[in-house]
Nanobody, 125 residues
Framework: QLQLVESGGGLVQPGGSLRLSCVAS????????IAWFRQPPGKEREPISC????????DFTDSLKGRFTISRDNAKSTVYLQLNALKPEDTNIYYC??????????????????WGQGTQVTVSS
């Protein structure tokens, strides 16, 4: 069982930046494609970006392109989500998810086999 742990969330002012990290216990992330999602209160989980094991990136949400950037460091078995130019509407819980099909990125949450508990990002002045 893969356990994912997100970190790096917090309170930031509008226009600020955060870098979220996703690591795994028990097994390195290097065998999985990894995606980031967020879930606004009362709404469906929204896919942000995904990166395959060989580094191919898929950005799912056009409105976030240019502000949010996914990357992975296989040597550190860590996947990052860089959040720049943050807006109050970016306030959400951010989740990473792992897919055992390591070369496949899906926007559908049900395609992912493992999920973290999430990290809260709050954008407020």
């Amino acid at each position: 069982q893969l356990q994912l742990v997100e970190s790096g969330g917090g309170l930031v002012q509008p226009g600020g930046s955060l870098r979220l990290s996703c690591v795994a216990s028990e097994s390195p992330l290097n065998y999985y494609s990894i995606a980031w999602f967020r879930q606004p209160p009362g709404k469906e989980r929204e896919p942000i970006s995904c990166v395959t094991v060989d580094g191919r990136i898929t950005d799912f949400t056009d409105s976030l392109k240019g502000r949010f950037t996914i990357s992975r460091d296989n040597a550190k078995s860590t996947v990052y989500l860089q959040l720049n130019a943050l807006k109050p509407e970016d306030t959400n819980i951010y989740y990473c998810a792992a897919n055992r099909i390591s070369t496949y990125c899906s926007r559908a949450g049900f395609d992912y086999d493992y999920w973290g508990q999430g990290t809260q990002v709050t954008v407020s002045s």
